[in-house]
């Protein structure tokens, strides 16, 4: 298979894997941090009606599962793609990064949390995810 094709697959591998994670996340998150009265956390529009309700730690499951899904999206990206490269994290982080910014104007979310929330969860996770992926292909031994 090209390289180039190989690369791509993996980007898509990671950003589908990396989605699934963030999904799994945020529905775990919501039995573990219960969302305010009345809110349903699989509707946008219901989030976003009731944001006035959120405290803090409400913030907790929606932050851990962009970092979670963009580092686990990554790490699979850079894992299946072909020389083991950086290139794959950072276009899974830059595409969840794009998603994210999508989201703040979708639901309006305090400024601190979607501060955090874009200058840590996205690229910084990439990043992550990358290096992670890379030493761990540096250190298996030869086939």
């Known amino acids: 298979m090209p390289s180039i094709l190989r ?7 990671g950003i589908i ?3 699934m994670v963030n999904g799994a996340v945020i529905t775990a998150g919501a039995s573990i941090v219960p969302p305010p009265a009345g809110v349903n956390v699989n509707d946008a529009d219901s989030i976003a ?3 006035h309700l959120y405290e803090p730690q409400h913030f907790a499951p929606p932050f851990l599962a ?4 963009t580092l686990v ?3 699979v990206a850079v894992a299946l ?3 083991r ?3 794959p994290a950072i276009v899974v982080g830059s595409v969840f990064l794009i998603f994210g910014i999508a989201m703040c104007f979708m639901i309006p979310a305090p400024g601190w949390f979607i501060a955090l929330d ?3 969860a996205y690229i910084p996770m990439a990043w992550l995810g990358g290096t992670l992926a890379r030493g761990r292909a540096t250190t298996q031994p030869p086939h």
């Open 17 to 19: 894997i990396g989605s």
């Open 85 to 87: 490269r950086m290139t």
């Open 7 to 13: 690369n791509i697959l993996a980007c898509l591998a």
């Open 118 to 120: 874009l200058a840590v």
């Open 73 to 75: 999206g990554a790490v």
């Open 66 to 69: 962009h970092a979670l899904g």
């Open 49 to 51: 009606a009731n944001i």
């Open 81 to 83: 793609s072909a020389q």
